[in-house]
């Protein structure tokens, strides 16, 4: 059964570890450590033993379904046997199988490995582009053997049902707020309805429909990639894998690794974004031979990350009223402000790229 650890996250029973150990031919275990990332529903050990250093996860409830762990794992291998930078995935003792299932519960043992966090270079930004062109150009033709997931960040039901329940959800979490406050939420929200509705036209007139759709990452962003100096030795975390045009995962990206933060008052962050960092990241990707961005997704970009600007926020605050720690109302006026200047600068974003 699993047990609370600090801070609500989860761990490993003692037998349980036991059991689940059993099943790998590991060798000789002599230090054992928490690995305190990702979601606390989802406890992970860093093993260190005579045959190396590995991670094993338990798979969150909710995220243990087989056959989109298949699907998951499936991708990785594929990967892997292209020696693309990744966690290797160990397989059990008996069946060399990617997956452990014991009652309720998928395990998964990968090989550790050891790096540091994005520094924010324009070297390190140039290289996490390449690594998606070069992963985007891995999956191309890849034949999937489970039904893989689709739908985005793009025209999403789930974001137009996020601007319909935010005002209720900020007049839940703060019952005393006057008229004017809510009057101010109701016509943030708007405005971003605007944006976003906006953004999805441009996207479609360009006839992102029309395009082809292959195997993306879907969840490209610096907590997912380890470096050392700064090249990327290790591209994490396939849950979101699915099908879609493969723009989306790039603009998707360059937002990542573009978008300027700050303290913890979202209203003094900058408008823009690093523009160095923007460029980088694009000429990384179309680095990849047989890769290259066309000039027709090279113009969505800019519509694409405003959506995709818009989704991270608006539905995690149409949940809680919060982003993270920080105001719902004050963080989607910060994002409004940058849709307003994703929007003025959409051409020139374009330019900088492609002329």
């Known amino acids: 059964m699993p047990r609370m650890g600090g801070g609500g996250r989860q761990t490993f029973a003692a037998d349980e570890l036991a059991m689940v150990l059993s099943h790998y031919d590991l060798g000789v275990i002599s230090k054992i450590r928490e690995y305190p990332r990702g979601s606390r529903r989802a406890p992970k050990l860093v093993l260190k033993s005579e045959r190396g250093r590995f991670l094993l996860k338990r798979r969150a409830q909710g995220k243990s379904d087989p056959y989109k762990v298949a699907f998951c794992h499936g991708i990785q291998l594929h990967l892997s046997a292209k020696q693309f930078p990744l966690p290797h995935l160990i397989g059990t003792r008996t069946d060399n199988n990617s997956m452990l299932r014991l009652g309720d519960y998928i ?3 990968f090989e550790y490995i050891k790096g540091t966090p994005y520094d924010q270079s324009p070297e390190a930004t140039h290289d996490s582009g390449k690594a998606l062109g070069l992963l985007h150009k891995l999956l191309r033709d890849y034949e999937v053997k489970y039904q893989p997931p689709t739908g985005s960040y793009h025209n999403a039901a ?14 839940q979490r703060y019952p005393n707020q006057s008229a004017e406050d809510a009057r101010q939420t109701d016509d943030l929200v708007r405005t971003l309805r605007g944006f ?3 953004a999805v036209q441009r996207v479609e007139d360009a006839g992102l429909s029309d395009w082809p759709g292959q195997i993306v990452h879907s ?7 380890l470096f050392r100096g700064t090249l990327v030795v290790a591209v994490i975390d396939y849950d979101a894998a699915r099908i879609n045009q493969r723009v989306l995962d790039v603009a998707n990206g360059a937002l990542q690794f573009s978008i300027l933060g700050g303290n913890e008052d979202p209203l003094t962050w900058p408008e823009g974004i690093d523009m160095t960092r923007f460029k980088r990241f694009l000429l990384g990707y179309d680095s990849v031979p047989d890769n290259v961005l066309t000039r027709a997704e090279l113009r969505t970009i800019p519509w694409l990350m ?9 539905i995690p605050i149409a949940t809680t009223g ?3 720690k920080l105001d719902g109302g004050v963080f989607l006026e910060m994002v409004r402000r940058k ?6 600068h959409a051409e020139h974003l374009v330019a900088i790229v492609d002329g």
């Not at 405003?306 to 608006?314: D, F, G, N, R, S």
């Open 322 to 324: 919060l982003f993270g």
């Open 219 to 225: 969840d490209w962003h610096p907590g997912n990639m």
């Open 306 to 314: 405003c959506q995709a600007l818009i989704a991270e926020a608006v």
């Open 339 to 344: 849709c307003v200047w994703l929007q003025e």
């Open 107 to 109: 395990y998964e043992l």
């Open 158 to 171: 789930s974001v137009f049902n996020a601007f319909i329940q935010i005002p209720r959800t900020m007049a």
């Open 196 to 198: 976003y509705d906006d």
